[in-house]
């Protein structure tokens, strides 16, 4: 049997898994990735901790099952900035979508006329998160560090030249720099020039059913893997969550529900919104194939924070069983979860998490329950600005953590008035690599034909009237909270961030 391993570097853990061609996960290990935090700000992974717990994953995942695999598929986070110096070593951590030390640079850059232009050939709104301002950052705040800069890595070219001696990144994350042109997948002179970069510093782009070549002399034996593995470059996680969703063929909407969440759907071209406007993030894909829609910065980052603060045993299942007992709407109690900003210019990078409406008769089940009604209401921002660029889709694929439960998915069903359906497995990351892993050794004609056979789908979640008319009332009053609070935000951020 032909067997593929996928290794998917998320934010929160890397996960290793090996998955035969029904789309089964016959084995996994994963390793949590600690959050550094070196100075004000900073929120770094240690690229040396993403080494080992690569080789640790991948030996245990593959122990016993050597003969059989056949290929090794990549998938990794995307806004990952990582300066290397000549030999490719790293001159810092890896910065993440949480890193906040960009925010310094951003007053700026949004004062810049050009926004709307930038957008239109990045499909990049005026965020912190993205590989540009972090570059404008290092520049002008570690100037000694970007001097000694060689190269500028995210996590899978920093993990590949590593493996296969190739600087090379997936279309998906290098379109999530705002470097990167879309219109033509080529890296963009006039931002190259704004940060201060040359081509060659960047690594190049690929294809995701690209097959770069075997591992490195002596690496196969050290993980336990036949020197002769092919190794492809896949995807960005979000992507693969797409494909593994059964999202492929673009007549549903697919929906991760983890530490972020996403919107998505498979397009054939870019889609980009009204460039002053700027509320959804197109990313290339795969050849011909493109993902529209949007992610939230806050899903279960949201949860954690309850179950830290409020939850000594740590137990999700009993937040959620509380949650249930409270009516739709939260007794009145609303949550804007925006712990770490947000990626929709509406709500912005310097939002902040909130409750409003708390009286002294509410309990903490109100507050669970308002952070998951407030997590579905930032989806259902999404959702609406594709359809008004004629994005329609009439259901829901949804997995991920946060879809273990059944409450959280028919909420999102009765926001959105779309029936939920879940896959059988939260791993769809996974079973989107390997997807990838199948097509690229021919296994498979096309990722189609590879969905029909490896995703699996479960329990259907249908829309319920009475719940639906009650957040139709709720969903206008988010916006409106939306609406005042994101006049207070950059306010909050000058006066009261840390270091202000």
């Given at each position: ?136 950052w290092l520049k002008e705040e570690k100037p000694e560090i970007f001097g000694k800069s060689r190269y500028f890595a995210d996590v899978k070219s920093f993990l590949l030249k ?108 870019p889609v980009l919104d009204d460039p002053e406007k700027r509320r959804l993030q197109t990313y290339a894909l795969l050849p011909g194939k493109w993902a529209i829609g949007g ?206």
């Amino acid at each position: 049997m032909s067997l593929a391993l996928v290794v998917d570097v998320g934010t929160t853990n890397i996960k290793a898994g090996l998955v035969d061609p029904e789309g089964r996960v016959l084995s996994q290990a994963s390793r949590s990735l600690e959050v550094h935090r070196p100075e004000k700000g900073a929120a770094e992974h240690d690229p040396d901790e993403i080494l080992e717990s690569f080789n640790e994953i991948v030996r245990k995942t593959v122990k016993g099952n050597r003969e059989e695999v056949k290929v090794l598929g990549l998938t990794g986070y995307q806004f990952g900035f990582l300066p290397l110096d000549e030999g490719g070593e790293p001159l810092t951590g890896v910065m993440t979508l949480m890193d906040e030390r960009p925010k310094s640079v951003m007053g700026e850059f949004q004062s810049r006329d050009d926004l709307a232009e930038i957008y239109n050939r990045t499909g990049c709104p005026p965020l912190f998160a993205y590989q540009l301002p972090k570059l404008l950052w290092l520049k002008e705040e570690k100037p000694e560090i970007f001097g000694k800069s060689r190269y500028f890595a995210d996590v899978k070219s920093f993990l590949l030249k590593k493996l296969v001696d190739d600087f090379v990144t997936d279309p998906g994350i290098a379109s999530s720099s705002q470097i990167l042109n879309i219109n033509d997948l080529t890296w963009d002179d006039q931002l190259m020039e704004l940060a201060g970069v040359g081509r060659d510093q960047l690594p190049r782009v690929g294809r995701g059913e690209e097959i770069l070549g075997t591992l490195r002399s002596g690496l196969a034996e050290e993980l336990g893997l036949k020197s002769d593995l092919e190794v492809v470059l896949g995807v960005y996680d979000g992507g693969a969550m797409v494909l593994g969703l059964g999202g492929v063929d673009g007549q549903g909407g697919v929906c991760n529900l983890g530490t972020t969440a996403m919107i998505r759907t498979c397009s054939e071209e870019p889609v980009l919104d009204d460039p002053e406007k700027r509320r959804l993030q197109t990313y290339a894909l795969l050849p011909g194939k493109w993902a529209i829609g949007g992610a939230i910065n806050n899903a279960g980052v949201g949860l954690r924070w309850f179950r830290d603060n409020f939850q000594p045993s740590g137990n999700y299942s009993s937040i959620i069983a509380d949650a249930a007992r409270v009516e739709p709407g939260s007794g009145g109690v609303f949550s804007l979860p925006y712990f770490t900003g947000e990626r929709d210019p509406r709500i912005g990078n310097m939002a902040t998490g909130s409750f409003f409406g708390l009286k002294d008769y509410h309990e903490k089940a109100h507050m669970a329950r308002a952070i998951l009604e407030g997590v579905a209401y930032s989806l259902n921002f999404v959702r609406e600005a594709m359809m008004d660029n004629s994005i329609e889709y009439n259901r829901i694929s949804i997995g991920g953590s946060g879809a273990r439960s059944d409450l959280w998915p028919q909420i999102i069903a009765d926001v959105t008035e779309l029936p939920v359906r879940k896959t059988l497995t939260e791993d769809t990351t996974l079973i989107g690599g390997a997807m990838i892993g199948y097509k690229a050794m021919g296994l498979y004609d096309s990722l189609e034909q590879a969905s029909e056979k490896m995703v699996k789908t479960g329990k259907e979640f249908s829309p319920i009237s009475k719940n639906v008319k009650r957040y139709e009332g709720g969903y206008e009053f988010f916006k409106e909270l939306v609406r005042e609070f994101s006049k207070l935000y950059p306010m909050h951020d000058e006066k009261f961030s840390p270091g202000s």
